[in-house]
């Protein structure tokens, strides 16, 4: 069974440009939160999405944009990056959106801003 | 302002040893509390979750302790093995609210376990 796979697994941008990373859950799963994890530190939320709507956006600018399609997938957008962007980009998969807590991550894509 | 606090900020502990993490928090609203296991380069891997209406889990060679009064909870792994040296973060997260069910993690714990 496939686990919570994402793409790509890494990217180098320039800053002031844009980036767009992709996530697929787990099959069934309906839910998909994104996380930022800076280097020797824990994910920090950014995006929950449940059922393609917006569940819930933690504490990052509005440079920051997510969506959910129809299949469940979701893409995370970054505009007008900035050289603290960089970091590992995670996603997590959960069978809904609540009251199920268990959330799965996938690799991540490691995101260098130069 | 960090939710969920960690300690130590590393560890290490030679083959058999029962190393311990422990963490604290505030927000009495958080109800969900998982443990997440992390090697370079790959995402975190849910290692055991607990609820506050049990004061211990055990999972494996994996317990988790729990004391709702203090706020704190603690990760014990039993006869660890040199494959247990990884990065280890607990987080919390309140399950029965309207809106996102968000992680908060703690800073994590770096593990490594001597041969």
């Known amino acids: 069974d496939a686990g919570v796979t994402q793409s790509p697994t890494h990217l180098i941008k320039t800053r002031g440009q844009h980036v767009t990373l992709r996530c697929s859950p787990i099959s069934g799963h309906k839910s998909v939160s994104w996380y930022q994890q800076v280097l020797g530190q824990g994910p920090q939320f950014i995006f929950q999405?449940?059922?393609?709507?917006?569940?819930g956006r933690g504490n990052f600018p509005d440079r920051f944009s997510a969506r959910q399609f129809p299949n469940y997938s979701s893409e995370l957008n970054v505009n007008a990056l900035l050289l603290g962007d960089s970091a590992l980009y995670l996603c997590?998969?959960?069978?809904?959106?609540?009251?199920?807590?268990?959330?799965?991550f996938g690799p991540g894509t490691r995101l260098t801003v130069t | 302002q960090q939710q969920v606090k960690q300690s130590p900020q590393s560890l290490i502990v030679q083959k058999g040893g029962i190393p311990i993490i422990n963490c604290a928090y505030e927000?009495?609203?958080?109800?969900?509390f998982p443990w997440y296991q992390q090697f370079p380069g790959k995402g975190p891997a849910l290692l055991i979750a607990i609820r506050p209406d049990v004061s211990e889990k055990k999972e494996g060679r994996f317990t988790i302790s729990f004391n709702k009064s203090a706020k704190q909870f603690s990760l014990h792994i039993m006869d660890s093995q040199p494959g247990d040296s990884a990065t280890y973060f607990c987080a919390a997260t309140p399950i029965f609210q309207t809106g996102a069910n968000n992680l908060f993690f703690g800073t994590g714990t770096r593990l490594t376990v001597i041969p």
């Open positions: 927000n009495t609203a958080f109800d969900y």
């Open positions: 997590a998969s959960s069978l809904a959106g609540q009251p199920n807590y268990e959330q799965y």
């Open positions: 999405y449940y059922e393609k709507e917006e569940r």
